[in-house]
């Protein structure tokens, strides 16, 4: 938590340095995530709904995604562009301090223009929650932990594809392919996919975990409880997975001596 707030005051400080440019990136972020949720607000006033899941409801499942993923680029961004470490053998430094390298490349630098993702999704949250009708009231005791569970598992598939980094030395484009492409294709209803790719987004890479399968029982279109089990059991496999990665990939990186 030390480290956290050191970090945290640090970067604050740099960026606010320039207070003009640090406010425009804000917004500018806003405004860039919202354009997606625009294009999906333009297919249901053609369609009126996705296989039954209204407007309203289609936007829970985006923010919910969409928040974890905004909170993950402001706090955890140095894994984005953790092959800078690898190649250019930076991230010997981290390993000789003492400190666990995974906090650090995480915590490597807070980026405060994210949080414009962040309050985007939330007012596109709190805009389907008002006109969505829900089984019970419980969902609104539930929903600080399902985003909680959306930042854990965007973290923990960050850390998945980072370590990959270990092997190939580039991990770039495996970035955008299994955590941009998959993030995207997750703001929508899992019924509107073929069933391998609606399987790989549920046990491999569990973003319908987090959103879809919860908000199906919430909004009454399934009546199986166990949904809202289905954010933890995410966690459950994907900590232990995605520690043990990293700690491979830690062990089989080669210092360049720097």
Do not use: C
Not at 33 to 49: A, C, N, Q, T
Not at 147 to 176: P, Q, R, Y
Not at 221 to 243: D, E, H, V
């Amino acid at each position: 938590m030390g480290l956290f707030v050191t970090l945290f005051k640090a970067s604050l400080k740099s960026e606010a340095q320039y207070k003009f440019d640090f406010f425009v990136n804000i917004i500018g972020n806003f405004l860039g995530l919202f354009g997606d949720f625009i294009i999906v607000v333009f297919i249901l006033m053609r369609f009126k709904s996705i296989d039954g899941w209204q407007l309203h409801e289609v936007a829970l499942i985006y923010s919910i995604i969409e928040f974890g993923f905004g909170v993950y680029r402001f706090i955890g961004n140095g894994f984005n562009k953790f092959e800078t470490l690898i190649l250019s053998g930076k991230f010997d430094t981290l390993l000789i301090r003492p400190a666990s390298s995974l906090f650090q490349v995480m915590l490597q630098k807070v980026d405060f223009k994210r949080l414009g993702m962040v309050l985007q999704a939330a007012a596109v949250g709190i805009w389907g929650i008002q006109r969505t009708t829900f089984i019970s009231n419980s969902f609104y005791f539930y929903l600080p932990f399902q985003l909680l569970a959306s930042v854990i598992i965007n973290i923990e598939i960050s850390i998945i594809l980072a370590a990959i980094a270990f092997w190939t030395g580039k991990n770039e484009d495996i970035i955008i392919l299994g955590h941009y492409s998959t993030l995207s294709a997750s703001t929508y209803p899992a019924t509107i996919y073929h069933k391998i790719f609606s399987h790989i987004l549920t046990f491999i890479i569990p973003f319908f975990a987090v959103s879809y399968y919860p908000l199906l029982y919430f909004t009454g279109k399934s009546q199986n409880g166990l949904y809202m089990l289905a954010p933890f059991l995410g966690i459950l496999i994907m900590t232990p997975i995605s520690y043990t990665i990293w700690t491979l990939g830690v062990k089989r990186y080669s210092s360049s001596g720097t």
